[in-house]
T-cell receptor
């Protein structure tokens, strides 16, 4: 079975631009979460979606938004990019709303 | 505010010996804990979990110990192998929903 997939793998954007990151969960998994990992830190929780509804939100500004589609894939959107948004963005999926998370390889976003 | 802390950024161990990775947390509401391993250019890989109703969970060479009174958990790897060289993250949550991660410990197993 395929694991969690994310696209694109790398992305370079300019300050002020908008970015959309995509994630496909493991087949059968209904929960998708997004994490931001900056260099030297652990992943930091951004959002969780379960059954297409937002179930949790971390301490991130409103410039960050997400949604989950009927096939349980998900998009993370970031508006008005700042240099500090440069990070590895990880998507994870889980079969249920609670429990261990299975991570994708991440999208490396660089904001210049 | 770092609720999960891994105070050792790095650890080196001889092949065949025990690796002990430590993690401390501050939120007494955390009731579900996980350990992940991460190789460069890959996402974290789930290793082992433990619920707060247990104090030990074992899976092959990996054992996680939880000391709730000390708000401390540890991951033991026995015997350590060169392929175990990676960054290890501990994570904690309330009811297994939103996870708080530590900053990671880089383990090097020396052949």
């Amino acid at each position: 079975d395929a694991g969690v997939t994310q696209s694109p793998t790398h992305l370079i954007k300019t300050r002020g631009q908008h970015v959309t990151l995509r994630c496909s969960p493991i087949s059968g998994h209904k929960s998708v979460s997004w994490y931001q990992q900056v260099l030297g830190q652990g992943p930091q929780f951004i959002f969780q979606y379960y059954e297409k509804e937002e179930r949790g939100r971390g301490n991130f500004p409103d410039r960050f938004s997400a949604r989950q589609f009927p096939n349980y894939s998900s998009e993370l959107n970031v508006n008005a990019l700042l240099l500090g948004d440069s990070a590895l963005y990880l998507c994870s999926s889980s079969p249920a709303r609670y429990g261990e998370q299975y991570f994708g390889p991440g999208t490396r976003l660089t904001v210049t | 505010d770092q609720q999960v802390k891994q105070n050792s950024p790095s650890l080196s161990v001889q092949e065949g010996r025990i690796s002990i990775l430590n993690c401390d947390y501050t939120n007494s509401m955390f009731d579900y804990f996980l350990w992940y391993k991460k190789y460069p250019a890959e996402g974290p890989t789930f290793l082992i979990s433990i619920s707060s109703i247990k104090d030990k969970n074992e899976d092959g060479r990996f054992t996680v110990f939880l000391n709730k009174s000390a708000k401390h958990l540890s991951l033991h790897i026995v015997p350590s192998q060169p392929g175990d060289s990676a960054v290890y993250f501990c994570a904690a949550s309330i009811t297994g929903n939103q996870f708080y991660f530590g900053t990671g410990t880089s383990l090097t197993v020396i052949p």
